[in-house]
């Protein structure tokens, strides 16, 4: 039976963090220590079969004005079957997340995933700043 779950002890921890850590063009410079207090810090969801955990996203949030999409990914040999769109749609219709008026994210590869389901380019890219603070890097 294939079902998301936001219950963060469904997490393969191990998974995860090769993943991330090792695989994603996005997240090679996090730690260990990082990667664990993004989880610990964020709602978390993942996308099970047979206790098998095949896909992963998570969402930084107030839960009342803003929140950011992040680390979504679907294992290599599960791609194409529609799990990344089961989970956009779990997470877009969360009623945890209702009153939510500001989503982001950041991609590279995935526009078209994430267009069906309303993300835009910025529409005022300069009102947008980051601080990146000395010696860290993107991620």
């Known amino acids: 039976m294939l ?3 936001t219950d963060k002890s469904r997490i ?10 090792k695989e994603s063009y996005w997240a090679q410079s996090r730690t260990i ?42 294992e290599k ?12 749609e779990e997470i877009i219709n969360d009623p945890k997340l209702k009153l939510i008026s500001r ?3 950041g ?8 267009q069906q389901y309303g993300f835009t380019e910025l529409k005022e890219p300069k009102r947008w700043m980051e601080y990146l603070p000395k010696g860290s890097e993107l991620s």
């Open 103 to 105: 989503w982001m994210l």
């Open 12 to 21: 393969d921890f191990e998974k995860l963090s090769s993943f991330l850590l």
């Open 33 to 74: 220590e990082q990667l664990k207090s993004a989880l610990e810090n964020s709602r978390c969801y993942c996308l099970i079969e047979n206790d098998e955990m095949l896909g992963f996203a998570r969402v930084i949030t107030d839960f009342g004005v803003f929140a950011y999409l992040a680390d979504v990914y679907i």
């Open 3 to 5: 079902y998301i779950s």
């Open 77 to 88: 040999e599960h791609r194409g079957k529609g799990y990344g769109k089961m989970l956009m």
């Open 107 to 114: 991609t590279l590869d995935a526009h078209g995933l994430y």
